[in-house]
């Protein structure tokens, strides 16, 4: 062969030899995507999408889809993007609906915030999954925080946010630094919110967190002023609170501890701690102890600072212990807003007893629900008929009754012209859970954020700083009329005085147990004041 040839052929072989490796080493570096721009990381499909991916998650497939829908509707028109952060994949078919309902509640948000007035800008909503626990947060923030500084995306305000954790905190630590306005729309832990100054000097911890739900402290204070002294009376009541680190259960319990209680000494906390969030672990055999010891103690209302599974096994286990026939009242968080979900036939029979009597009825602070707000007005006007012989005129109803009452009906009306108008969004929004009315009044405080921040022409895209600045004016003439109550915002960006409603979880005598509403709870211990403005002092 002549030496050209060989050479020829010896560069032919290198050439294949190098492109293969190229070629291989590009398909290992390349990530594993779930679809284009998610990637799968841990078995878990993590990033931001708003053309209608389901991550996975068949329960939110027709409601994804309807977001992608609106986001195409206002593709041509003035808008800018907001994220709906939340873990979006469970093996547990009760969170899948938990789910569900936090993205029906977004999207329904977003329609109210588009049609509104018509003003500018509209919003475009994504999905941002950062996998279980928010364990994948850093990626996802990656994302946001290159969407934020994007033209094309012009991201605005991230909301969502459902678990009090150290990955969430980080997460909303981060986006607030690079300026990225965040409202936490479900978060009740008191360790993720900025502390409000009497002197408007103190700087926040996360410039540009709003909540629009209480913290763990209020709701704690909401409930004990409801009870009175039944839940103040230190030798029946008792602490069982979950070690493990969690802000949720460490704020909840710091609450609860810090309920001013009255007369002889009770018995000391109960500790247990879980594996998890989402796993029993060894709580069942802990909880067996604990309820002996409770039955031994005369405790009979139970402060419970822990997750809904863990408080779910430990109503079973008291139920369980024949304590001379007592009837205890299990007072949780807002996290309790789940546990009807996953209660069981046996279970409601195992709460019962053997009589049909209920031995063990759970109450919270739930951050919202349906029944709230025709309840107290119809009690409202029979008081104030008794007291005056005459019906109230319309300028005389109290308007935190009025007004959240007013949010709801439009809600009710939205749901009700989305079906008709044949939108599928997976099931109808079930508003006892609180989470549909919660993410949806996140949403339209959003909206009215943009709007207020939005200068010049149709076309001016606002600023991050601009939309963030805009949570401390929502108060006074500037509050929000949400459906969980009326949203104003303290100079932190808290909820100021964000009722409770006050609900059980009976098991009745018979049947399924039902879930019922007993009355609203205020932090202050009385109601917002006349247009909500917040007087000067509060911290």
């Known amino acids: 062969m002549p030496r050209w040839k060989k050479i020829l052929y010896a560069l032919l072989a290198v050439g294949t030899v190098t492109a293969c490796g190229l070629l291989l080493l590009y398909f290992l570096q390349k990530p594993d995507t779930c679809v284009d721009g998610i990637e799968r990381v841990d078995g878990e499909c993590v990033g931001v999408n708003g053309d209608g991916y389901d991550f996975g998650t068949p329960e939110i497939r027709d409601v994804a889809r309807a977001i992608a829908r609106q986001n195409k509707k206002i593709d041509d028109e003035p808008h800018v993007t907001v994220a709906v952060m939340l873990p979006l994949q469970s093996d547990k078919p009760s969170l899948r609906r938990q789910m569900r309902s936090d993205l029906q509640g977004a999207y329904l948000g977003q329609l109210q915030a588009n049609e509104g007035e018509g003003e500018p800008p509209k919003i475009r909503l994504v999905l941002a999954n950062p996998g279980r626990a928010y364990g994948h947060q850093d990626k996802v923030v990656d994302t946001l925080l290159r969407m934020a500084d994007s033209s094309e995306d012009r991201l605005r305000a ?25 409202l936490a729309s479900r978060i009740s832990g008191d360790r993720i919110a900025n502390v409000d100054s009497t002197d408007g000097t103190a700087k926040p911890r996360f410039p540009g967190l709003a909540r629009v739900i209480a913290t763990n402290h209020d709701a704690a204070q909401a409930l004990a002023n409801f009870n009175g002294e039944r839940g103040r009376e230190d030798r029946k009541t008792v602490l069982v609170y979950d070690r493990r680190g969690d802000g949720y259960n460490e704020s909840l319990a710091k609450a609860f501890s810090g309920i001013e209680e009255q007369g002889p000494s009770g018995p000391a906390a109960m500790p247990f701690e879980s594996p998890a969030i989402d796993e029993p672990g060894s709580t069942g055999n802990q909880f067996t102890q604990t309820a002996n010891n409770i039955c031994d103690s005369g405790a009979e209302t139970v402060y419970f600072a822990g997750r809904t599974l863990h408080l779910r096994i430990f109503a079973l286990k008291l139920a369980q212990v024949d304590c001379a026939k007592r009837h205890y009242t299990i007072v949780a968080g807002s996290d309790a807003a789940s546990l009807r979900q996953s209660m069981t036939e046996k ?72 079906r008709s108008e044949g939108v599928n969004l997976g099931s109808v929004p079930n508003l006892e859970d609180s989470r549909t009315m919660l993410v949806h009044d996140g949403l339209v405080t959003i909206g009215k954020a943009l709007h207020h921040a939005q200068e010049g022409g149709a076309e001016a895209v606002p600023g991050r700083e601009d939309v963030g600045s805009q949570w401390s004016l929502f108060h006074s003439r500037h509050r929000v009329r949400g459906t969980s109550g009326l949203i104003c915002l303290t100079s932190g960006g808290n909820a100021y005085d964000k009722p409770a409603a006050v609900v059980e979880l009976d098991p009745g005598r018979e049947g399924r147990g039902k879930l019922k509403f007993v009355g609203l709870g205020w932090p202050e211990g009385r109601e917002q004041p006349e247009n909500c403005v917040i007087p000067s002092g509060t911290d």
Do not use: C, M
């Not at 991230?158 to 965040?182: I, Q, W």
């Open 158 to 182: 991230v909301t969502g946010f459902n678990l009090s954790l150290d990955d969430t905190e980080a997460a909303v630590k981060r986006l607030t630094e690079h300026k990225v306005p965040v």
């Open 347 to 418: 279970d409601w029979e195992q709460l019962r007893g053997e009589d049909g009597e209920p031995k063990v009825t759970v109450q919270y602070a739930a951050p919202a629900h349906p029944d709230a707000w025709r309840e107290e007005l119809a009690d409202w006007r029979e008081k104030w008929e008794a007291d005056h012989d005459r019906e109230p005129t319309e300028e005389e109803l109290p308007q935190y009754l009025t007004e959240p009452e007013a949010a709801l009906e439009t809600l009710k009306k939205l749901i009700g012209t989305t």
